[in-house]
Every structure is written in structure tokens, then in C-alpha cells.
């Protein structure tokens, strides 16, 4: 396309062995911005995203749309990393890398002979990141597990839910969200470093440690005034009203902030109701916390009658802070976010066409590189012959006797 600039991470060459959702997402920005990204894994055991639904029409290891959103751009090689066979090819492709990924638990590519030293001595100038539930270092290094666990652990939970009820967590596992930022970020940086210096590095990434990043509030309050946080649903120390609040249809919600006085009396307004500004419960920020539960059951009233989009439509038009509560049918018929090409539609070989949402950002002169996600072991031919030089007999023989697999 004349005018594109080339991909900032062309010529960067990935030998990726993440699965699940931290992992993964880290190499799909890398993917979907030139690198040329080798997802190792097997057939054995698959990927769990592989196998989590939802699926483009029947259930299987090539047809889950959640895989497809987190592998676009890859290449997938078929490995049985239980086969030493099997092993010295992933040792080739360390030594083809410019970059190592995995994000098992601590100490699992140490079996494989994978692990950073043996990386180091098979390619001195790689760069290789590891991404564990706490790192690769402590008491508490070896622990297994997966995102849900953790952000238990890691104390979303603790704040995530209703004062009265059992500790929620967020719907998604959070810190699964959080790490791949810091990961890339680091990954990015250790290019730039070697780019200098021509010396790799080992990336000892903790999920538990990016995920505490985001409740520096609730932690800073523990060390300095000794309070634990609590859960307060949908509450805040700094607006009221402040909820969701049912709107008509079936599930629709609009979320609804007011942090001053002046957006209190444009609610009023907007609601119909000014005389609620001079009420005595609700004339100031404070009273109006402490009435919160008669303020959200007459706001309720009013937006109950009314459409989402149209609750928030007016209420911005009013200056007064409020969101619609997005369905993944609203986010894809999002004005803006269709202006901003957020979703690529790509036609997969099983999945037929589907879209995959690309980076929150945009990089002037540059359109992503996004294509679908592979097949498994689509790409074994490619990576064996093309990228490791594989004589096509060898090849053969490590298919047949199931090292491919």
C-alpha cells in the first residue's frame, strides 16, 4: 500500500511457547506488528484457549474464537516436547529466535532443557521472557495456577463485590489483562538494549507483582493509615450518585457519575426533577452518600422508562458523566470504535470470516498486520523446512514417527 511505513517489529523473529491468555496476548501484538511469531504446541495437549468456547460452529481445537482473537498473525508448529526428538527442533528454533517467550509455572521449561541458561548457551543474544503467577525467584516461585486464582491472590477480589456478600472478582481474570503490557513493554525495551549493547536478556516477569500496580490506592491506605479496603459494589468516595442504573429492554443498564454539585443540578434537570436539587438529603455530595439508596431508587424510576442509549445520549448532552452498559453487540456496532477500524474482520480456513480487535492505539503511517489465527501445526512444512533449513527427508521421518504432533 503505498505510504505504509514498514512494521516497526519486522525482522524480529519469536519462538513462542505461551499458552492460556497473558502469554499469548504479549505475542499478539508483537505478531500483528511484524514480528514473525512461531507458536509452539502440541496436539496432546492443546492450548487451553484451543478448546474454550465460544466456537465458530462445532466444537474443536480449530474453531474457538477466543483462540482466534489471541493467535492472529501466528505461525504454528506441532511439537510433542515429551520427545527429546521433539525438544532439539524447540532448541533449533531458540537458536533461529530473536526472542523467547513462555508463560508455564516456574521451572517447566527447565524439563525441556529450555530454561534461561540453556537458552543463553544455545543463542547468546536472545531475549527470553518468562511470565509466572509470582516469577521465577521465592518461596512461593512454583506455585501453579491460572488467572482466576490470582487475582484472588492478588487482592482484586477482596475489593470486587458487594459489602455484604462473598468477595466477586472481576468477570474476566484481570491480571491476565495487566501483564502482557508490561510484558511487551520489557520485551521492546531488551530490542532496544541489545540493538546498543549486542547482549540478550532474561525478562523474569511476575503476574502477581504487574497486577498490584492497579491497587496502589488500596495498598497505600493499609501502609499509611492501617485501613484494609473493603467491598462497596458500585460506590465511590468521590461521586454519589454512582451505579448502574436499569434502564428498559431486557439487562440494559446506563452507569451514572456525579463528583460535583453543579452536575448534580444538571441531572435534576435533565431528569425533569430540579426540585431535587434544593432537597435537603441531596444539596451537597455528603447527604447525598448518605442517602445513597432513596437516590438510586429515584434515578431508577426515571431511567426504567427509558432506553440506555438514550439515558446516556441526553445526560452527556448535560454535561453529566454517564456510559452505557456495552453488550458485545454495542461494542460492535460502536460509531467510534468503527471509525477507528478497532475490529479486522479475517476469513479463517474453519471459522469462516471473524473479527479480531486490534491495538488500543495507532501508529501513524502503519496498519497492523492482522491475519487469522493458524490452524494447529498448520505451519510444520514452513517452520521445519523453510525456517530450519530441514532436509525434506528428515522432516518425514520426524512426521512419521510423531515428533509433529
Known amino acids: 500500500m503505498s505510504g505504509v511505513k514498514r512494521l516497526p517489529l519486522a525482522g524480529v523473529k519469536v519462538a513462542d511457547f505461551c499458552w492460556a491468555i497473558a502469554g499469548p496476548t504479549t505475542t499478539k501484538y508483537l505478531a500483528i506488528y511484524g514480528a514473525q511469531v512461531v507458536k509452539i504446541e502440541t496436539h496432546s495437549r492443546p492450548d487451553s484457549t484451543r478448546i474454550s468456547p465460544p466456537f465458530a460452529g462445532k466444537p474443536g481445537r480449530n474453531s474457538s474464537l477466543h483462540f482466534g482473537i489471541l493467535a492472529p498473525s501466528k505461525l504454528s508448529v506441532s511439537l510433542n516436547l515429551k520427545d527429546p526428538r521433539a525438544q532439539e527442533i524447540a532448541k533449533r528454533l531458540v537458536a533461529w529466535a530473536d526472542v523467547v517467550t513462555e508463560n508455564f509455572s516456574a521451572g517447566q521449561m527447565g524439563e525441556w532443557g529450555l530454561d534461561y541458561e540453556n537458552v543463553r548457551k544455545l543463542n547468546p543474544k536472545a531475549i527470553m521472557l518468562s511470565s509466572s503467577q509470582q516469577g521465577q525467584t521465592g518461596p512461593h516461585a512454583g506455585h501453579p495456577g491460572l488467572g482466576g486464582m490470582l487475582q484472588a491472590l492478588t487482592g482484586f477480589n477482596h475489593f470486587t463485590g458487594w459489602p455484604d456478600r462473598e468477595p466477586l472478582g472481576p468477570a474476566l481474570p484481570l491480571p491476565d489483562m495487566i501483564a ?123 431511567t426504567k422508562q427509558r432506553d440506555a442509549r438514550q439515558v446516556m445520549e441526553m445526560l452527556q448532552a448535560a454535561g453529566v458523566p454517564a456510559g452505557l452498559v456495552a453488550t458485545g453487540r454495542d461494542l460492535h456496532e460502536d460509531p467510534q470504535l468503527r471509525h477507528r477500524k478497532h475490529f479486522i474482520t479475517v476469513d479463517h480456513a474453519r471459522m469462516g470470516q471473524y473479527p479480531i480487535d486490534a491495538a488500543a492505539f495507532r501508529i501513524s503511517g502503519i496498519e497492523p498486520d492482522v491475519r487469522p489465527a493458524p490452524l494447529l501445526g498448520e505451519h510444520n512444512e514452513f517452520v521445519l523446512r523453510e525456517l530450519l533449513k530441514m532436509s525434506e527427508g528428515e522432516y518425514q521421518e520426524l512426521m512419521n514417527a510423531g515428533v509433529c504432533s
Not at 186 to 209: C, F, H, K, M, N
Not at 219 to 230: A, K
Not at 273 to 290: C, I, N, Y
Open 180 to 302: 502482557p503490557w508490561f510484558s511487551i513493554i520489557a520485551i521492546v525495551a531488551a530490542l532496544e538494549q541489545r540493538t546498543r549493547t549486542g547482549q540478550g536478556q532474561y525478562i523474569d516477569l511476575s503476574q502477581l507483582e504487574a497486577g498490584l500496580q492497579f491497587l496502589a490506592p488500596g495498598i497505600l491506605d493499609y501502609t499509611v493509615n492501617g485501613r484494609d479496603g473493603e467491598r462497596r459494589g458500585n460506590h465511590a468516595d468521590h461521586a454519589a450518585p454512582h451505579n448502574a442504573y436499569r434502564c428498559q429492554g431486557d439487562d440494559r443498564w446506563c452507569a451514572i457519575s456525579v463528583r460535583s454539585d453543579p452536575e448534580w443540578q444538571a441531572l435534576c434537570e435533565a431528569m425533569g426533577r430540579s426540585e431535587l436539587a434544593k432537597d435537603a438529603r441531596f444539596d451537597t455530595m455528603l447527604k447525598r452518600m448518605q442517602h445513597s439508596t432513596a437516590l438510586d431508587a429515584i434515578i431508577t424510576e426515571w
